[in-house]
């Protein structure tokens, strides 16, 4: 159905080494049927309970998936003329 993932590596999301950031694909065919927002729970729980402070990710500004992110409480640090960056602490509740 579709994967999430983090990872601490300078890449699109990066914001310090401390910081993983965060990738989410879904199937098409299956967006808009929560799945993505039960894979982001489960992930955002899993980094709180390893101890992570916070998460982050690079998303382009016409994705659909930035209100997705946003619901869940991802605010934009970052911006250029294509993409978001943004953060998500993970001392607030999901």
């Not at 982001?40 to 402070?53: D, P, Q, T």
Request: proline share 1%; glycine share 8%; charged share 25%.
């Amino acid at each position: 159905m579709g994967a999430v993932w983090c990872r601490i590596m300078d890449d699109y999301g990066h914001v310090d080494d401390l910081t993983p950031s965060l990738a989410i694909s879904l199937y098409k065919e299956l967006r808009g049927q929560g799945l993505g927002n039960a894979l982001m729970k489960a992930i955002l729980n899993e980094l709180r309970s390893r101890g992570c402070k916070q998460v982050s990710l690079a998303v382009q500004k016409a994705n659909y998936a930035v209100k997705l992110y946003r619901s869940l409480g991802f605010e934009t640090v970052s911006e250029n003329t294509e993409e978001f960056i943004m953060i998500k602490k993970l001392t607030e509740d999901i």
